[in-house]
Nanobody
């Protein structure tokens, strides 16, 4: 599985960005997908996770009601829509995939993934 993340950039606070994660390899609809981020000097944290069908999603408390994770299995792509961006959202964002049947839980609770994308930088200025 190869994951290609894109869509990062620089934005002023209050703005919006949409990150994309294009997957290639085994059937995309089998994967749990997640977005993680790592800010300078901080540990990586999970931002949002979505299950294989898109019917279930969970979010980091600090991004709830601002970020939305989604997926289009026909396009083999996952998305992270980020609205009302804040300076504290500045980080490198990574998409990740887990192929196990309990991958959703492993991504969310264990920060565990089978595959990682290369990261895309999001910078939010005040």
């Amino acid at each position: 599985v190869q994951l290609q993340a894109s869509g990062g950039g620089s934005m002023q606070a209050g703005g919006s960005l949409r990150l994309s994660c294009a997957a290639s390899g085994p059937p995309f609809s089998r994967y749990g997908m997640g977005w993680f981020r790592q800010a300078p000097g901080k540990e990586r944290e999970v931002v949002a996770v979505i299950n294989w069908s898109g019917g279930m999603a969970v979010y980091l408390d600090s991004v709830k009601d601002r970020f939305t994770i989604s997926r289009d299995n026909a396009k083999n792509t996952a998305y992270l829509q980020m609205n009302s961006l804040k300076p504290e959202d500045t980080a490198v964002y990574y998409c990740a995939a887990h192929l196990r049947s309990d991958g959703f839980t492993r991504l969310w609770r264990n920060n565990e993934a089978d595959y990682w994308g290369q990261g895309t930088l999001v910078t939010v200025s005040s």
